[in-house]
């Protein structure tokens, strides 16, 4: 894969490179969809999710729904699902925004990643990290870096070495680290990922 040698010159990560076949991004049309069952998915386990969103496609005659549609269902049938009230009224604030500000991928492609991030925050519910998320695994942006992932932090710290007793410090020792994988700083998130969870 074409970013392989480049962030090959990073010893450390050159080790998890040399043992894990190479990552490829998709992109996907149904952002909506993308940022609902991100929200849904959240604090809850990978089985529990899947099953929520199940039941959430079964809504809709197992067919993903269009925002409009999504923004026109009861607020107690998504609870009826499985999700919190919070949830719920953040799946509604994805679609309404959606179906009213507009969500194409012709539209994302237009703005940088720093914009893709103001724009989706908007939404209440939708944070930096579910944007950051977005930007990487359904508009297909090679060179985003989540700081502030759990999983990156805790493979970072393993694979380098570091300390996070300062969290300002260490976040600022992470980043500084992650320069030098531009500008393909996504693969070098997917492989720690991977790395983490014994891949």
């Known amino acids: 894969m074409h970013y ?116 989706v925050t908007q939404i209440k519910g939708v944070g930096r990290w579910t944007a950051e998320m977005l930007l990487m695994f359904a508009l297909e942006r090679e060179d985003v870096f989540s700081a502030d992932d759990l999983g990156i932090q805790t493979a970072m710290k393993r694979l380098y070495k570091l300390d996070a007793a300062d969290k300002k410090d260490f976040r600022q020792q992470i980043v500084r680290i992650s320069e030098k994988w531009a500008p393909y700083r996504t693969y070098a998130c997917m492989h720690l990922w991977a790395w983490k969870d014994g891949g």
């Open 4 to 119: 392989v040698a480049h962030l090959c010159k990073d010893r450390k990560l050159k080790k998890l490179l040399n043992v894990q076949p190479p990552f490829q991004l998709k992109k996907r049309r149904d952002i909506h969809i993308y940022l609902c069952a991100s929200i849904m998915s959240q604090q809850i386990s990978v089985k529990v999710g899947d099953i929520i969103y199940k039941r959430f496609l079964g809504l809709y005659g197992g067919k993903k729904p269009s925002a409009l549609q999504i923004s026109q269902t009861p607020f107690d049938v998504l609870r009826s699902i499985g999700l919190s009230a919070a949830k719920a009224s953040y799946v509604l604030n994805v679609a309404r925004f959606a179906a009213e500000q507009g969500m194409e991928t012709r539209k994302f492609s237009a703005m940088s990643n720093e914009e893709v991030i103001t724009y």
